[in-house]
């Protein structure tokens, strides 16, 4: 069984700095491409950025691209989301997720966190 858990969220000023951990527990860690995502209160859940399961290979959201890094460290089972120059519309509830997929429409994964909050004040 796959289990998710973020932390790291909180309320930071505008231009400071978070980093999310996802903490991943069950198999198969170290084939999944993993993935950060985020949905602010009333909007539609959106993809953040996402690594391959080597860490070779990263994609990021234009309006993150720059400013957030993601990272995983296969031997501690564990995805990182290093997020700079934060800005007040990166507030939302970050999740984390496994074995993200990649279609024509969408980016999607097949287990999830139950997330992190994130405030970014003006």
């Known amino acids: 069984q796959v289990q998710l858990v973020e932390s790291g969220g909180g309320l930071v000023q505008a231009g400071n700095s978070l980093r999310l951990s996802c903490a991943y527990s069950g198999r198969t860690f170290s084939t999944y491409a993993m993935g950060w995502f985020r949905q602010a209160p009333g909007k539609e859940r959106e993809f953040v950025a996402s690594?391959?399961?080597?860490?070779?290979?990263?994609y990021y959201a234009n309006s993150v691209k720059g400013r957030f890094t993601i990272s995983r460290d296969n031997a501690k089972n564990t995805v990182y989301l290093q997020m700079n120059s934060l800005k007040p519309e990166d507030t939302a509830n970050y999740f984390c997720?496994?074995?993200?997929?990649?279609?024509?429409?969408?980016?999607?994964?097949?287990?999830w966190g139950q997330g992190t909050q994130v405030t970014v004040s003006s």
């Open positions: 997720a496994a074995n993200v997929q990649y279609y024509s429409d969408k980016v999607t994964g097949d287990y």
């Open positions: 690594i391959s399961w080597s860490g070779d290979y990263t």
